[in-house]
Every structure is written in structure tokens, then in C-alpha cells.
């Protein structure tokens, strides 16, 4: 039977999944999470290594004699060096596309509580201010309708395109900056450069992977291309945004608002520059994590280690 070990199973499953799966396949140990100063000594018996963020580093891969197999759980597989896995003929996959619906919604969440501050008002009229008003109605922001806004999107692929039909389906203008325009058409998209996205769009939002290339693309220059009403999204990458430059622009009223799911640094020092910027949306990386979407995350997991012990790769990024 297989050793099997789940270095980081929490963030995946907290409790509310079954592991029943991928115990069927093998011995399953499953930690809570895993520093990289302890991963030679949990995996050292595991012919099989399941990861989300803990690191898999070429000086791993070599203390670990037994290792046949790394699950990436999750579609980045950056925490796992490629090139030593490869040397020793282990197979790396991951799990694309699993959390597009989920990543989409909150991409719209985003922009929704930008534009009428929900939560806000909620809890204005919680604390009473409602009762004791002299109106029937009262707003503390402006309120900002989607319909013939222009919505610019960073990268059209599966979540870019979720995202764009969800801004078409608000009646917005749909905008898109893309490595592949010509194998990725869509009716009402229109392709644009990035310079022209930035420029003309309402809302801008980021569905690009991370490269050494893009890395801070968005930073002081760019944004004060943006129409001064805009909004900024990112549920993308934290690195692909100067952080700093990002508050000094939401500071001086260069840009209206901004919301983010992920940050260059996770979790954030107390002392992160957009910690307390205003008009600044900020969650902690959740996007990825609704029960159905981490439910199809440890299935696929559950699928590609199967494949594997079947005699067939599936989903390998280092083949």
C-alpha cells in the first residue's frame, strides 16, 4: 500500500470534505500545514506527496528516495521545484479550472460592494441610523450603476471569459487585453491593447497568471492612465500590482476604489500599505475556497493520483 502524505490538507479541507477518496488509493497522513524545515522529515516515508503552498524544494525532492509522485492541490504549482522533479522522473500535476465559477462570483462581489457598499449601509442602519433618519433613503457613498460601464479584463481565459459574461449579462461593455485574441473570440468582447484597456475601462480586472515579465505591471504609471472614477480588481495574482503605488493612488483620489483577493505577501505584515487605504476591498484569498469548489479541487487531486497509480499521467505539468 501507498504512504501517501497531505503536507497542508487544512486550507483544502477544514473539516467539511471527506478524504474517504484518496484513503481508497493508499495510507494517508494528512497535516494541518507543513514549514519547509519539516518536509524531509513528514515525507521521508511517502512515496506519494500531496501540496497547496507547502514547498517542494530540489534539496527536498533529493532527501525524499521513496518519491514517486507530487500532487500540486491547487492549478500554480510554483511551489514545486520542476526541472529536480523531472530529473528523477516524478510526475508533477495539478488541477486546472476547478475554481472558475467561484473566482467569477467573487470577482462581481468585488465590484458590487464597490459600487453600493453593502455592507456599509447594512451596518449603518444596524447601529440605527435609519431610524433616526429624517428620509426615507440615505447613502454615505455614490452609488454606481454597471449597465454601459466599460469593464476591462487583464487575460480572457476560462475565468476572464466567466467574468466577461457576467459583466455582459449586467449590460456593461466588455474590453479585453489577451496573449490570444484570435483562438479565444467571444461575442461582445472586444480586444483591445493594454494602454486602451486601462484608459478607457470603468473597472479593470486582473485574470492574468504571474511571469517575471508581468510582475508589478500595474503599477504608478499605469494607474494614472485610469479615468478617475475607476475601480480596480484583482483575484488573480497579489505580485501583479504595486502595492504601494496602489494606495498612494487610492489616497490622492487617482483612482475611486480598488478590490483585492490576494496580496504580494499572504498573510499581510499588520503594516501592509493597502491595509487601511480608503475606499480599499480587501479578502483573504478566498475566491478559490466555496465547498463546491474545493469539493471538485480534492476530487480532481483524488482523480489525478488515480490515473497515476493506474499507469497513466494525467494533468502532468512536467512531462
Same mark, same amino acid.
Given at each position: 500500500?501507498?504512504?501517501i502524505v497531505v503536507l497542508d490538507g487544512y486550507a483544502l479541507n477544514p473539516g467539511d470534505l471527506s478524504w474517504e477518496g484518496l484513503e481508497a ?10 514549514? +519547509?524545515?519539516?518536509?524531509? +522529515? ?9 501540496? $497547496? =503552498?507547502?514547498? @517542494?524544494?530540489?534539496?527536498?525532492? *533529493?532527501?525524499?528516495? !521513496?518519491?514517486?509522485?507530487?500532487? #500540486? ?29 467561484? #473566482?467569477?462570483? @467573487? ?14 449601509? %447594512?451596518?449603518? #442602519? ?16 455614490? &452609488?454606481?450603476? &454597471? ?20 459583466? &455582459? ?9 489577451? =496573449?490570444?485574441? +484570435?483562438?479565444? !473570440? ?17 473597472? #479593470? ?7 517575471? /515579465?508581468? =510582475?508589478?505591471?500595474? $503599477?504608478?504609471?499605469? @494607474? ?23 494606495? *498612494? ?8 476604489? /480598488?478590490?483585492?483577493?490576494? @496580496?504580494?505577501? +499572504? ?25 463546491? *469548489?474545493?469539493?471538485?479541487?480534492? %476530487?480532481?487531486?483524488?482523480? $489525478? &493520483? ?11 505539468? $512536467?512531462?
Amino acid at each position: 500500500m501507498k504512504q501517501i502524505v497531505v503536507l497542508d490538507g487544512y486550507a483544502l479541507n477544514p473539516g467539511d470534505l471527506s478524504w474517504e477518496g484518496l484513503e481508497a488509493l493508499g495510507k494517508v497522513t494528512v497535516y494541518d500545514r507543513t514549514p +519547509e524545515s519539516l518536509v524531509v +522529515e513528514r515525507a521521508r516515508d511517502a512515496e506519494i506527496v500531496l501540496t $497547496n =503552498k507547502s514547498v @517542494l524544494s530540489a534539496a527536498a525532492i *533529493a532527501a525524499l528516495p !521513496k518519491l514517486e509522485y507530487i500532487g #500540486v492541490i491547487a492549478t500554480g504549482y510554483n511551489v514545486v521545484d520542476i526541472a529536480a522533479a523531472k530529473e528523477r522522473d516524478i510526475p508533477v500535476t495539478n488541477v486546472p479550472a476547478y475554481s472558475t465559477s467561484a #473566482v467569477a462570483q @467573487l470577482t462581481f462581489a468585488l465590484i458590487l460592494e464597490l459600487c453600493h457598499h453593502v455592507g456599509a449601509h %447594512s451596518e449603518a #442602519v444596524h447601529q440605527g441610523r435609519w431610524s433616526s433618519s429624517k428620509d426615507f433613503s440615505f447613502w454615505d457613498f455614490p &452609488l454606481v450603476e &454597471l449597465e454601459g460601464k466599460v469593464l476591462g479584463i487583464v487575460g480572457l481565459g476560462q475565468i476572464g471569459q466567466a467574468v466577461a459574461r457576467i459583466g &455582459l449579462a449586467f449590460g456593461m461593455q466588455v474590453i479585453a487585453h489577451h =496573449k490570444h485574441p +484570435e483562438r479565444d !473570440k467571444m461575442d461582445g468582447v472586444r480586444f483591445v491593447d493594454l494602454a486602451t484597456c486601462f484608459r478607457e475601462a470603468d473597472v #479593470v480586472s486582473l485574470h492574468t497568471p504571474m511571469s517575471a /515579465a508581468n =510582475k508589478e505591471f500595474v $503599477n504608478a504609471a499605469l @494607474l494614472d492612465t485610469m479615468q478617475r472614477g475607476a475601480f480596480l480588481i484583482n483575484t488573480s495574482r497579489g505580485g501583479l500590482i504595486n502595492e504601494a503605488d496602489l494606495a *498612494a493612488a487610492l489616497r490622492s483620489g487617482r483612482i475611486s476604489g /480598488a478590490g483585492v483577493d490576494v @496580496l504580494s505577501t +499572504e498573510p499581510p505584515p499588520a503594516d501592509h500599505p493597502l491595509i487601511g487605504a480608503p475606499n480599499m476591498l480587501i479578502t483573504p484569498h478566498i475566491a478559490w475556497a466555496t465547498a463546491a *469548489a474545493r469539493g471538485r479541487l480534492l %476530487s480532481a487531486v483524488t482523480d $489525478n &493520483l488515480a490515473a497515476f497509480l493506474s499507469g497513466r499521467v494525467k494533468n502532468c505539468v $512536467n512531462s
